[in-house]
Every structure is written in structure tokens, then in C-alpha cells.
């Protein structure tokens, strides 16, 4: 049975997965209560980005910086965020201006999935890697990252469509390396963009608390279970 928490007005089970909306999980937290933010929002319309027509739906820049507001204050001091971008953000300042508006939020480094064995689409370059800023909140100190041996490119295959909860889903081993190295056991981490819930699975292995929840996850559900169907009549 999953472990219950008040958060403000909305109760929100640890440990378990659930619909909810971003900002409303993340503006109940309490202030400087939180250890790690795993933070992968949509960007663009599905439409822009995949072939099917998922029930995903993009947020805007406004949202954006008002969900990295909300965890620059639930963050505790020198406590990290991983945010998600893709290719697209890296030649642009949408992220500069976010942080602008989060003066205690700094990005510290940034790391790149390599996806082995992967084509990728695009209209110019083939996309066969994502990306992720790690950011931590002041006072910035690198001692707080334990792996000292993790490098900026990591290498890990992307799962076949058929076996992703989630087509935007992150790799498990990238996500427990990660959570290793910016927290300790029995710490929250919250994932206000939840997608898959991968991030639950190593919690739950890492002995982590975790709060998530995800907008689309009942429809995203029932959107792959009437696929399933219609592949295999």
C-alpha cells in the first residue's frame, strides 16, 4: 500500500503513480523540503516531434518558468534539478531568461545521452542524443555530487517502442546513476512531468521517496492500450 502525504490543500500518495498537474503538486510542497527535482517538460507540440499522435500537450514558457519558481523555492540549499531540454533550446535563450527569474538556480554542468544504435529523426542533423542541465540551487559546491567519475556523455541504448511506457521515456541506468550521486536514501525527489515513471522504479530500488504525477498518464494509458489492440488484433 502507498505511503500518504498532505501536501497543503492536495493529498498525493508517495510512491505510486497518478494524474496531476505540475504546478499544483509542486506549489504544495513545503519550502526547502525537497532533494532532487527531475524535470523533463514538453517543450513542443507532439505533432512537431513524433510520428503518433500522442495525447502529450506541450507548455509554455510562462509554465516552464513558473514550475522552475516553484522549485527553486522547494529545493533545499545546494540541493539539484535535473531539466530536461531539447536540441532546439541549446541555440536559443529561453533557458538563460528562465533562470534570470530563479536567481538562486545555476546551471553547474551539463550532460549529454548518447543513444547507441539510434537514427533518430530530424530535418537536418539526426537527432541520436538528448540533453539535461544539471542545476543546483546556492551556495553552488561540487562536493554535493558524489560520483566523482561520471562523465558529461553518457552511452545507454533507448528502449524499443514497444517497451516504453512513456516515447519520451529516459534511460533507467542514466536516472539511478544520477539519483546516486545527488541523493541519499529516505530523501524526496519530485517529478512534477512524470511520463513513464521510470524515475519511481529507482526510487523505489534506491530507497528514495518519491512524488510524482503526470497530466496525461490515464490517457497516455488507455491511448497505448487501444494501440496495442490495433497492432495485434
Given at each position: 500500500m ?16 497518478q ?10 510542497c ?16 507532439v ?9 502529450l ?5 510562462y509554465?516552464?518558468l ?38 538562486s ?11 547507441k ?24 559546491s561540487?562536493k ?10 553518457w ?14 521515456q ?30 519511481l ?33
Amino acid at each position: 500500500m502507498s505511503e500518504k502525504t498532505e501536501l497543503g490543500k492536495s493529498e498525493y500518495s508517495l510512491n505510486t503513480k497518478q494524474t496531476g498537474e505540475a504546478l499544483e503538486l509542486l506549489s504544495n510542497c513545503e519550502n526547502n523540503s525537497v532533494s532532487l527535482v527531475f524535470l523533463d517538460p514538453q517543450y513542443e507540440p507532439v505533432r512537431n516531434v513524433l510520428r503518433t499522435d500522442y495525447p502529450l500537450y506541450s507548455q509554455s514558457d510562462y509554465q516552464i518558468l513558473r514550475i522552475l519558481e516553484q522549485a527553486e523555492r522547494v529545493l533545499k540549499p545546494s540541493a539539484f534539478c535535473l531539466l530536461w531540454v531539447n536540441k532546439t533550446l541549446l541555440g536559443n535563450d529561453r533557458v538563460p531568461l528562465w533562470l534570470l527569474k530563479t536567481p538562486s538556480l545555476k546551471i553547474v554542468d551539463f550532460l549529454v545521452w548518447h543513444k547507441k544504435h539510434t537514427l533518430g529523426l530530424g530535418n537536418w542533423l539526426r537527432s541520436n542524443a538528448e540533453f539535461c542541465f544539471l542545476i543546483q540551487k546556492y551556495p553552488q559546491s561540487g562536493k554535493l555530487f558524489k560520483n566523482r567519475s561520471f562523465g558529461n556523455v553518457w552511452e545507454e541504448n533507448v528502449l524499443p517502442a514497444n517497451k516504453r511506457q512513456h516515447p519520451h521515456q529516459k534511460p533507467r541506468e542514466l536516472i539511478k546513476a544520477l539519483i546516486s550521486a545527488t541523493t541519499n536514501e529516505s530523501d524526496l525527489i519530485i517529478d512534477p512531468c512524470a511520463g513513464s515513471f521510470v524515475v519511481l522504479e529507482v526510487c523505489q530500488e534506491l530507497k528514495r521517496k518519491f512524488c510524482g504525477v503526470d497530466l496525461t498518464f490515464k490517457e497516455l494509458k488507455e491511448f497505448q492500450q487501444k494501440k496495442s489492440i490495433y497492432a495485434n488484433p
